[in-house]
């Protein structure tokens, strides 16, 4: 396996993003603080990260059911011919948090996050108009936290 081309501070940053951000009024200040660089450097790198695609997705993650809204799961079968033209689709939408290719019959599965339940409802069919294709949810049932964590 080849080494990513990371250097320290990235390395620090993705464990660090891993975990959490601090809770304060300049969190890049405090991360640079506390890795010996400054804050203008850790945003660069952030962007960076996100530019080359080491990083797909750097945000806030909020309990939508707590907020009145919803999650669900979601899987497409997508001709493999067409998988690149549905993944842009599906990633279109603000509403998808992340979207991952199976090896499976349903080969492309996602989680969409709403503000309202119904409003699931709403991108799935928007979702299946744009594609042409089914969209299969899978509301969850019961919840599991994981607390994946990946060292770099």
């Known amino acids: 396996m080849s080494e990513l081309p990371f ?5 620090q940053l993705m464990n660090s993003l891993q975990k959490s951000l601090p809770l304060c009024e300049r969190p890049f200040l405090a991360l640079a603080e506390q890795f010996g660089s400054t804050e203008e450097e ?4 952030i962007q960076t990260m996100k530019e080359t695609g080491y990083l797909t997705r750097f945000g806030p993650m909020f309990d939508a059911a707590c907020l009145g809204g919803a999650f669900t799961l979601a899987a497409i079968e997508v001709p493999e011919s067409r998988f690149d033209e549905v993944t842009e689709i599906v990633n279109s939408f603000e509403q998808v948090a992340h979207n991952y290719k199976r090896e499976h019959l349903l080969n492309m599965w996602f989680v969409i996050g709403t503000e309202t339940p119904e409003e699931i409802h709403e991108v799935i069919a928007n979702i299946e108009k744009q594609s042409g294709l089914k969209v299969h949810n899978m509301p969850k049932q019961e919840e599991f936290y994981v607390g994946l964590y990946l060292p770099v």
């Open 7 to 11: 250097d320290q501070l990235d390395r």
């Open 42 to 45: 850790v945003l660069n790198r």
